[in-house]
């Protein structure tokens, strides 16, 4: 039987009450499909602590991360999911594409998700790294698509991360509950709909997928996050299986508990 192939896809800054139907359906559709899990994540609720933590499975205290600039970082003593993915079985191939330099970039500050230079030399590790700071996550995002469509389509990684930001974006420049956020939700669900096509077409020939959506927080209602309030700390895991088995997930998990529980599943 053909491996499990996994592929977690992360947006910045989501606050899922937001996500409606309307805005979201490709979204909404695999929780449909699927299940969604509740996570509530730790202050600060900044990107950098929190994504460390969601791609690699460490608290705050054990990664050392608290901002944005990764000062005092430990994460290159802790593997992440792709790395723990690819050292339990060196076939794996993997592959991550973002616009935030920070999760991949080996050139810049971290990268949560470890270079890996010699599997990337063998072609077995492939990254995509976009600048969204510098040239905006509206553009940066639809390239990560076209990036992340072409590699799931060619290859069909056996464990993969993508990243957009641009939800993110529009709520610290716009708020939450204007229609630049809105709007933003609803072209980066279109991103998501791609990939979910190419699933799709992959698994019609009959390879296994498990997809997975998150988010590292929220946005108050006029943007910005950091603090503890409710809409900021709102987390979710949405989860679904083709040609596989979907394990049950208790109605909320911690942070934490993502990258064992989706290492779990892949076996």
């Known amino acids: 039987m053909d491996r499990l192939h996994l592929l977690l896809v992360g947006i910045d800054g989501l606050r899922l009450d937001l996500a409606t139907e309307d805005r979201a359906p490709h979204l909404h559709g695999l929780i449909a499909r699927g299940e969604l899990t509740r996570m509530t994540m730790p202050a600060p609720t900044i990107s950098g602590p929190g994504w460390a933590t969601l791609l690699t499975g460490a608290s705050h205290a054990e990664h050392g991360v608290v901002d944005n600039t990764f000062v005092g970082s430990r994460l290159a003593a802790i593997p992440d999911l792709l790395s723990r993915a690819f050292f339990a079985d060196p076939a794996r191939t993997t592959f991550a594409a973002a616009a935030w330099p920070p999760l991949v970039d080996p050139a810049g500050v971290g990268p949560v998700i470890h270079t890996r230079d010699e599997q990337r030399r063998a072609e077995r590790h492939r990254v995509v790294v976009r600048d969204g700071e510098t040239y905006g996550y509206r553009t940066t995002d639809a390239e990560i698509a076209d990036f992340a469509v072409a590699g799931l389509f060619a290859a069909g990684p056996d464990a993969s991360f993508v990243y957009w930001s641009g939800v993110d974006e529009a709520g610290h420049v716009h708020g939450a509950v204007g229609a630049e956020y809105a709007a933003a939700i ?82």
């Open 186 to 267: 609803t072209r980066t669900d279109a991103h998501l709909g791609r990939l979910l096509q190419v699933v799709e077409h992959r698994a019609s020939a009959g390879e296994r997928w498990l997809v997975a959506v998150t988010t590292d927080h929220g946005h108050l209602d006029g943007g910005g996050h950091g603090g503890a309030e409710p809409e900021v700390v709102a987390s979710f895991v949405a989860r679904a299986a083709w040609n596989a088995p979907l394990a049950g997930w208790p109605a909320a998990i911690d942070p934490t508990e993502l990258t064992p529980r989706l290492l779990a599943a892949l076996g």
